[in-house]
């Protein structure tokens, strides 16, 4: 396994070269998201959770708070948030969304036909839960 890590870098720097120029650059992060957000979590440690999740066409999330910020990435498709005392949100493919903590909500893929594919970033106490389900 090491060795194919090893082999594949050494592809990619020599097609980088043999491409010229403007390929050898290094590689810049686009900004899609800046947000300064209140509630993360305050002690000596945190943990880092990164999940995905795929939500069919027509499927909701349970109804739930974070104890924490939550960042949603949008990979394909389109995601609708419904928070309790606030209008929906909607993000689509390539779009960012910051999930605030302690408001009770739900999220949808209102679509027919094309799944909601997205990556969820989360930073919590220690062996936190990632949502809290509200019955």
Same mark, same amino acid.
């Given at each position: ?16 070269? @043999? ?7 290094? @590689? ?14 305050? =002690? ?13 066409? =027509?499927? @909701? ?15 394909? =498709? ?6 309790? =005392? ?50």
């Amino acid at each position: 396994m090491r060795h194919a890590i090893v082999r594949a870098s050494i592809l990619a720097a020599l097609a980088m070269l @043999a491409a010229g120029p403007a390929a050898a650059q290094p @590689a810049r992060p686009e900004l899609v998201l800046r947000e300064a957000v209140d509630g993360m979590p305050r =002690g000596e440690r945190q943990e880092v959770q990164v999940l995905t999740a795929t939500i069919a066409p =027509g499927q @909701a999330t349970v109804f739930h708070t974070h104890r924490f910020p939550v960042t949603v990435y949008i990979l394909q =498709g389109a995601f609708t948030l419904e928070m309790e =005392g606030r209008p929906p949100v909607t993000v689509s493919a390539g779009q960012a969304m910051v999930e605030p903590p302690g408001v009770r909500m739900t999220g949808y893929n209102r679509s027919a036909a094309e799944p909601a594919r997205v990556v969820i970033f989360y930073a919590t106490d220690p062996g936190g839960p990632f949502l809290d389900p509200i019955h």
